[in-house]
Protein backbone atom coordinates (compact mmCIF):
# COMPACT_ATOMS: atom_id res chain seq x y z
CA UNK A 1 0.00 0.00 0.00
CA UNK A 2 1.17 3.84 -0.77
CA UNK A 3 0.57 6.16 1.54
CA UNK A 4 1.62 9.64 1.21
CA UNK A 5 2.31 12.67 3.72
CA UNK A 6 0.72 15.82 3.22
CA UNK A 7 1.14 19.05 4.96
CA UNK A 8 -2.24 21.25 5.24
CA UNK A 9 -3.39 23.80 7.83
CA UNK A 10 0.06 22.61 10.22
CA UNK A 11 -1.06 19.27 10.25
CA UNK A 12 0.01 16.07 8.77
CA UNK A 13 -2.47 14.27 6.28
CA UNK A 14 -2.39 10.86 5.58
CA UNK A 15 -3.91 9.97 2.49
CA UNK A 16 -4.23 6.87 0.21
CA UNK A 17 -2.52 7.01 -2.95
CA UNK A 18 -3.44 4.42 -5.74
CA UNK A 19 -0.69 3.29 -7.04
CA UNK A 20 -0.92 -0.86 -8.42
CA UNK A 21 -3.91 -3.04 -7.94
CA UNK A 22 -4.99 -7.00 -8.91
CA UNK A 23 -7.52 -9.57 -7.83
CA UNK A 24 -5.83 -13.29 -6.95
CA UNK A 25 -5.90 -16.48 -9.46
CA UNK A 26 -8.99 -17.72 -10.40
CA UNK A 27 -11.77 -20.28 -8.71
CA UNK A 28 -13.50 -19.47 -5.54
CA UNK A 29 -15.05 -20.70 -2.93
CA UNK A 30 -13.39 -22.57 0.48
CA UNK A 31 -11.74 -26.33 0.15
CA UNK A 32 -14.07 -28.27 1.45
CA UNK A 33 -17.18 -25.77 1.38
CA UNK A 34 -19.18 -27.14 -1.73
CA UNK A 35 -20.88 -25.70 -4.58
CA UNK A 36 -22.88 -22.73 -4.59
CA UNK A 37 -26.24 -25.87 -3.68
CA UNK A 38 -27.56 -26.78 -0.55
CA UNK A 39 -28.31 -24.61 2.47
CA UNK A 40 -26.64 -21.19 2.33
CA UNK A 41 -28.94 -19.69 5.34
CA UNK A 42 -28.18 -19.92 7.98
CA UNK A 43 -31.35 -20.01 10.81
CA UNK A 44 -33.03 -17.62 13.06
CA UNK A 45 -31.00 -19.60 16.29
CA UNK A 46 -27.04 -18.50 14.59
CA UNK A 47 -24.49 -20.35 16.21
CA UNK A 48 -22.53 -22.94 14.08
CA UNK A 49 -25.21 -22.53 11.24
CA UNK A 50 -24.26 -18.95 11.12
CA UNK A 51 -20.35 -19.51 10.90
CA UNK A 52 -21.91 -22.54 8.04
CA UNK A 53 -23.23 -19.44 6.36
CA UNK A 54 -20.48 -17.44 6.32
CA UNK A 55 -17.87 -19.69 5.06
CA UNK A 56 -20.18 -20.92 2.51
CA UNK A 57 -20.76 -17.01 1.00
CA UNK A 58 -17.50 -17.07 -1.42
CA UNK A 59 -18.68 -20.71 -3.16
CA UNK A 60 -22.58 -19.57 -3.25
CA UNK A 61 -21.12 -16.85 -5.37
CA UNK A 62 -19.33 -18.58 -7.82
CA UNK A 63 -21.93 -21.03 -8.03
CA UNK A 64 -25.01 -18.26 -8.53
CA UNK A 65 -23.44 -15.18 -9.72
CA UNK A 66 -22.17 -15.61 -13.04
CA UNK A 67 -25.90 -16.33 -14.20
CA UNK A 68 -28.21 -14.68 -15.89
CA UNK A 69 -31.53 -14.18 -14.68
CA UNK A 70 -33.03 -16.79 -16.12
CA UNK A 71 -29.94 -18.96 -15.17
CA UNK A 72 -28.02 -19.69 -18.55
CA UNK A 73 -25.44 -17.58 -18.67
CA UNK A 74 -22.18 -18.60 -19.51
CA UNK A 75 -18.91 -17.41 -19.45
CA UNK A 76 -15.19 -17.82 -20.77
CA UNK A 77 -11.61 -16.14 -19.77
CA UNK A 78 -10.68 -14.10 -22.39
CA UNK A 79 -6.98 -13.93 -23.60
CA UNK A 80 -5.50 -10.57 -25.16
CA UNK A 81 -7.56 -9.03 -27.83
CA UNK A 82 -10.83 -11.30 -26.71
CA UNK A 83 -13.82 -10.28 -25.50
CA UNK A 84 -15.63 -12.25 -22.57
CA UNK A 85 -19.21 -11.60 -22.41
CA UNK A 86 -20.52 -13.22 -18.93
CA UNK A 87 -22.94 -12.30 -16.32
CA UNK A 88 -22.17 -11.35 -13.13
CA UNK A 89 -23.18 -8.50 -10.76
CA UNK A 90 -22.87 -4.36 -10.43
CA UNK A 91 -20.24 -3.89 -7.79
CA UNK A 92 -19.76 -0.39 -5.99
CA UNK A 93 -17.06 0.01 -3.23
CA UNK A 94 -15.56 2.02 -1.03
CA UNK A 95 -11.81 1.92 0.71
CA UNK A 96 -11.90 4.82 3.66
CA UNK A 97 -8.49 5.18 4.93
CA UNK A 98 -7.85 6.64 8.29
CA UNK A 99 -4.46 8.12 9.97
CA UNK A 100 -3.31 10.95 11.92
CA UNK A 101 -7.53 11.92 12.56
CA UNK A 102 -7.82 12.27 8.52
CA UNK A 103 -10.20 10.15 6.62
CA UNK A 104 -9.92 9.94 2.86
CA UNK A 105 -12.12 7.25 0.72
CA UNK A 106 -11.15 5.74 -2.60
CA UNK A 107 -14.46 4.87 -4.20
CA UNK A 108 -15.37 2.55 -7.17
CA UNK A 109 -17.64 0.54 -9.29
CA UNK A 110 -18.65 -1.65 -12.28
CA UNK A 111 -19.55 -5.33 -13.00
CA UNK A 112 -17.82 -8.63 -11.94
CA UNK A 113 -18.32 -12.21 -13.05
CA UNK A 114 -17.88 -14.15 -9.69
CA UNK A 115 -16.75 -17.40 -11.46
CA UNK A 116 -13.73 -16.53 -13.46
CA UNK A 117 -12.83 -13.53 -11.39
CA UNK A 118 -12.99 -11.08 -14.35
CA UNK A 119 -14.57 -7.54 -13.94
CA UNK A 120 -14.22 -3.71 -14.85
CA UNK A 121 -14.13 -1.53 -12.23
CA UNK A 122 -14.09 2.40 -12.28
CA UNK A 123 -12.30 4.25 -9.57
CA UNK A 124 -12.29 7.38 -8.52
CA UNK A 125 -9.62 9.24 -5.70
CA UNK A 126 -11.21 12.24 -3.75
CA UNK A 127 -10.14 15.69 -4.76
CA UNK A 128 -6.27 16.08 -3.23
CA UNK A 129 -5.53 12.54 -2.77
CA UNK A 130 -2.09 12.75 -4.56
CA UNK A 131 -1.21 16.47 -4.31
CA UNK A 132 -3.88 17.33 -7.22
CA UNK A 133 -7.47 19.25 -7.23
CA UNK A 134 -8.64 16.55 -9.45
CA UNK A 135 -7.81 13.18 -10.77
CA UNK A 136 -8.92 11.59 -14.27
CA UNK A 137 -11.15 8.35 -12.99
CA UNK A 138 -8.81 5.05 -13.52
CA UNK A 139 -10.39 2.08 -15.37
CA UNK A 140 -9.14 -0.96 -13.96
CA UNK A 141 -9.78 -4.41 -15.72
CA UNK A 142 -9.56 -7.49 -13.35
CA UNK A 143 -8.20 -11.12 -14.56
CA UNK A 144 -6.96 -13.82 -12.74
CA UNK A 145 -3.12 -12.91 -11.92
CA UNK A 146 -3.53 -9.36 -13.13
CA UNK A 147 -4.75 -6.32 -13.11
CA UNK A 148 -4.71 -3.48 -15.83
CA UNK A 149 -4.91 0.00 -15.81
CA UNK A 150 -5.74 3.03 -17.76
CA UNK A 151 -5.51 6.75 -16.91
CA UNK A 152 -2.56 5.22 -14.29
CA UNK A 153 -1.20 8.99 -14.18
CA UNK A 154 2.50 9.89 -14.03
CA UNK A 155 4.79 8.81 -16.77
CA UNK A 156 1.81 6.39 -18.59
CA UNK A 157 1.54 7.75 -22.28
CA UNK A 158 -2.30 8.99 -23.24
CA UNK A 159 -4.46 5.49 -24.08
CA UNK A 160 -1.76 2.93 -22.63
CA UNK A 161 -2.42 0.37 -20.54
CA UNK A 162 -0.48 -0.90 -17.05
CA UNK A 163 -0.06 -3.69 -15.78
CA UNK A 164 0.78 -4.92 -12.66
CA UNK A 165 1.35 -9.13 -11.68
CA UNK A 166 -0.34 -9.66 -8.56
CA UNK A 167 1.47 -12.39 -7.34
CA UNK A 168 4.52 -9.27 -6.18
CA UNK A 169 1.89 -7.39 -3.96
CA UNK A 170 3.16 -7.93 -0.19
CA UNK A 171 -0.98 -7.29 0.96
CA UNK A 172 -2.44 -9.80 -1.80
CA UNK A 173 -3.85 -6.89 -3.00
CA UNK A 174 -7.00 -6.48 -0.42
CA UNK A 175 -6.34 -2.92 -0.25
CA UNK A 176 -3.19 -1.60 -2.64
CA UNK A 177 -5.63 -1.22 -5.46
CA UNK A 178 -7.66 1.03 -3.67
CA UNK A 179 -10.46 -1.32 -4.61
CA UNK A 180 -10.53 -4.95 -2.91
CA UNK A 181 -10.86 -7.47 -5.31
CA UNK A 182 -14.66 -8.97 -4.80
CA UNK A 183 -14.20 -12.07 -4.52
CA UNK A 184 -10.94 -11.96 -2.46
CA UNK A 185 -13.50 -9.70 -0.16
CA UNK A 186 -15.93 -13.11 -0.14
CA UNK A 187 -13.44 -15.49 -0.03
CA UNK A 188 -11.82 -14.02 2.91
CA UNK A 189 -14.48 -15.16 4.89
CA UNK A 190 -14.05 -18.51 4.74
CA UNK A 191 -11.40 -17.43 7.49
CA UNK A 192 -13.94 -16.57 9.54
CA UNK A 193 -13.55 -18.16 13.40
CA UNK A 194 -16.48 -16.64 15.18
CA UNK A 195 -19.61 -15.06 13.94
CA UNK A 196 -22.61 -13.19 15.25
CA UNK A 197 -26.07 -13.32 13.86
CA UNK A 198 -27.47 -9.97 14.38
CA UNK A 199 -30.88 -10.41 12.43
CA UNK A 200 -32.92 -9.47 9.57
CA UNK A 201 -32.89 -6.01 8.49
CA UNK A 202 -33.32 -4.89 4.70
CA UNK A 203 -30.30 -3.56 2.25
CA UNK A 204 -31.14 -1.71 -1.10
CA UNK A 205 -34.79 -3.24 -1.07
CA UNK A 206 -33.79 -6.76 -0.47
CA UNK A 207 -34.32 -8.90 2.76
CA UNK A 208 -30.77 -9.39 3.91
CA UNK A 209 -29.46 -11.34 7.56
CA UNK A 210 -26.49 -9.70 9.25
CA UNK A 211 -23.42 -11.50 10.64
CA UNK A 212 -20.82 -9.93 12.29
CA UNK A 213 -17.30 -11.50 13.35
CA UNK A 214 -13.49 -12.01 13.15
CA UNK A 215 -11.39 -13.69 10.54
CA UNK A 216 -8.17 -15.14 9.93
CA UNK A 217 -6.42 -14.25 6.79
CA UNK A 218 -3.94 -17.13 7.34
CA UNK A 219 -7.07 -19.88 8.28
CA UNK A 220 -8.44 -18.20 4.63
CA UNK A 221 -5.68 -19.26 3.08
CA UNK A 222 -5.61 -22.53 4.22
CA UNK A 223 -8.78 -23.17 3.49
CA UNK A 224 -9.01 -21.00 -0.02
CA UNK A 225 -8.19 -22.82 -3.25
CA UNK A 226 -4.87 -23.94 -4.33
CA UNK A 227 -4.54 -21.14 -6.88
CA UNK A 228 -5.35 -18.10 -4.16
CA UNK A 229 -3.68 -19.15 -1.18
CA UNK A 230 -0.37 -17.30 -2.09
CA UNK A 231 -1.90 -13.47 -2.20
CA UNK A 232 -3.67 -14.56 1.05
CA UNK A 233 -0.62 -16.41 2.56
CA UNK A 234 1.20 -12.70 1.94
CA UNK A 235 -1.74 -10.46 3.34
CA UNK A 236 -1.65 -12.74 6.62
CA UNK A 237 2.23 -11.62 6.80
CA UNK A 238 1.77 -7.71 5.25
CA UNK A 239 -0.83 -6.56 7.81
CA UNK A 240 -0.32 -5.33 11.08
CA UNK A 241 -2.54 -7.95 12.46
CA UNK A 242 -3.87 -10.98 10.93
CA UNK A 243 -7.45 -10.90 12.39
CA UNK A 244 -9.98 -8.71 10.38
CA UNK A 245 -13.17 -7.71 11.73
CA UNK A 246 -16.02 -7.83 9.21
CA UNK A 247 -19.57 -7.25 8.95
CA UNK A 248 -21.61 -9.75 6.46
CA UNK A 249 -24.46 -9.13 4.71
CA UNK A 250 -25.99 -12.26 2.77
CA UNK A 251 -29.85 -12.65 0.92
CA UNK A 252 -32.04 -15.42 0.75
CA UNK A 253 -29.84 -17.36 -1.46
CA UNK A 254 -26.68 -17.23 0.43
CA UNK A 255 -25.49 -14.37 -1.91
CA UNK A 256 -22.97 -11.78 -0.51
CA UNK A 257 -24.59 -8.62 -1.09
CA UNK A 258 -22.50 -6.46 1.31
CA UNK A 259 -19.38 -7.24 3.19
CA UNK A 260 -16.91 -4.54 5.43
CA UNK A 261 -13.98 -5.13 6.22
CA UNK A 262 -11.45 -3.48 8.46
CA UNK A 263 -7.52 -4.09 8.14
CA UNK A 264 -4.91 -2.31 10.32
CA UNK A 265 -1.06 -2.07 8.83
CA UNK A 266 1.71 -0.80 10.22
CA UNK A 267 3.15 2.36 7.68
CA UNK A 268 6.39 3.13 8.51
CA UNK A 269 5.77 2.76 12.57
CA UNK A 270 2.33 4.09 12.59
CA UNK A 271 -0.60 2.19 12.56
CA UNK A 272 -3.38 2.90 9.74
CA UNK A 273 -6.83 1.62 9.56
CA UNK A 274 -8.80 0.85 6.05
CA UNK A 275 -12.57 0.15 6.35
CA UNK A 276 -13.21 -1.57 2.45
CA UNK A 277 -16.38 -2.16 1.69
CA UNK A 278 -18.29 -4.02 -1.11
CA UNK A 279 -21.84 -4.06 -2.49
CA UNK A 280 -23.37 -6.52 -5.03
CA UNK A 281 -26.53 -5.67 -6.80
CA UNK A 282 -28.15 -6.53 -10.03
CA UNK A 283 -26.84 -10.57 -9.87
CA UNK A 284 -27.55 -11.35 -14.03
CA UNK A 285 -25.83 -8.41 -15.31
CA UNK A 286 -23.45 -9.13 -18.10
CA UNK A 287 -19.78 -8.58 -17.72
CA UNK A 288 -17.81 -7.60 -20.56
CA UNK A 289 -13.93 -7.44 -20.25
CA UNK A 290 -11.33 -7.49 -23.51
CA UNK A 291 -7.79 -7.23 -21.91
CA UNK A 292 -5.35 -5.39 -23.89
CA UNK A 293 -3.04 -6.39 -26.50
CA UNK A 294 0.48 -6.24 -25.96
CA UNK A 295 1.32 -3.53 -28.07
CA UNK A 296 -1.16 -1.75 -25.65
CA UNK A 297 0.71 -1.78 -22.73
CA UNK A 298 3.21 0.26 -20.77
CA UNK A 299 6.47 -1.20 -19.96
CA UNK A 300 8.34 1.90 -19.13
CA UNK A 301 8.98 3.46 -15.86
CA UNK A 302 5.70 4.83 -13.65
CA UNK A 303 6.49 8.30 -11.77
CA UNK A 304 5.70 7.54 -8.46
CA UNK A 305 4.00 10.72 -6.55
Known amino acids: ?68 ASGTGTATV ?55 DEHRPITELLAPGALYMMNRGAGVPEGKWVRVDTTTLADGNLVTGGVTDPMAAAELLCGARQVTYLGRTELAGV ?13 AAREAPPASRGALTAAAAGLRTRTVPFDAYLDEQGRLRKVRHRFSFADKGRALEVVSTTLLRGFGALVSVRLPDDRDIYTGKIQQR
Not at 19 to 48: I, L, P
Not at 79 to 103: I, K, L, P, Y
Open 78 to 132: AGAGDRTVTAGAEVRTSMETAAGGTRVTIRGRGTYDFRHRTGRLTVVLPADAAGE
Open 207 to 219: AVRHYRGVLDIAR
Open 1 to 68: MVVQQHRSGGGARAVCALAVAGMMAATAGCSGGGGGGGRAMADERGGADSLDAVHRAAAVLAGTGART
